[in-house]
T-cell receptor, first 111, second 114 residues
């Protein structure tokens, strides 16, 4: 069974731009969670989607948003990028029973 | 949301010795506690998890213990090997359970000395 995939793997943007990241979960998984990983703050929870509904949301500003499609694929969007948004963005998929498997991540650099 | 504290931040042990990493959590409703291993440049990998209806779970050289009364859980690695060198993260449900999404500890950098 194929694992969680994320695209793109690397991205360079400038301040003020917006970015969209994509995540394809393991086949059969209906839950997708997103995390931001930085050296200073560690792994922080952004939001979680299950069957196209946001079930859970972390403590991030409204510039961070997401959605999930009927095939369980998910996207996250960051608008008006700031330097501090530079991070590894990880998504994880699961069956909605808490066990989650991570994708390889998208490394975002904001200049 | 849930708050997870993890200690130590760095742990150096001799190859063949045991390693123990400890975590505490704040939300008594939390009922699921996974551990992830992340090697440099790679994704976090689930290595073991435990649910609140058991106090201990083992998988070969790895074990996790849970004390719900004290709200802490620990990872035990026995007979450590060089490939155990990595950063280990503990986690608990962000909102106490019922939905996915995890709160992670800050991580423990485990160094296995030859």
């Amino acid at each position: 069974k194929a694992g969680v995939t994320q695209t793109p793997r690397y991205l360079i943007k400038t301040r003020g731009q917006q970015v969209t990241l994509s995540c394809s979960p393991i086949s059969g998984h209906r839950s997708v969670s997103w995390y931001q990983q930085t050296p200073g703050q560690g792994l922080q929870f952004l939001f979680e989607y299950f069957s196209e509904t946001q079930r859970n949301k972390g403590n991030f500003p409204g510039r961070f948003s997401g959605r999930q499609f009927s095939n369980s694929r998910s996207e996250m969007n960051v608008s008006t990028l700031e330097l501090g948004d530079s991070a590894l963005y990880l998504c994880a998929s699961g069956r909605g029973q808490e066990t989650q498997y991570f994708g390889p991540g998208t490394r975002l650099l904001v200049l | 949301g849930e708050n997870v504290e993890q200690h130590p931040s760095t742990l150096s042990v001799q190859e063949g010795d045991s390693a123990v990493i400890k975590c505490t959590y704040s939300d008594s409703a939390s009922n699921y506690f996974p551990w992830y291993k992340q090697e440099l440049g790679k994704r976090p990998q689930l290595i073991i998890d435990i649910r609140s209806n058991v106090g201990e779970k083992k998988d070969q050289r790895i074990a996790v213990t849970l004390n719900k009364t004290a709200k802490h859980f620990s990872l035990h690695i026995t007979e450590t090997q060089p490939e155990d060198s990595a950063v280990y993260f503990c986690a608990a449900p962000y909102s106490g359970g019922g939905a996915d999404g995890l709160t992670f500890g800050k991580g423990t950098h485990l160094i296995i000395q030859p």
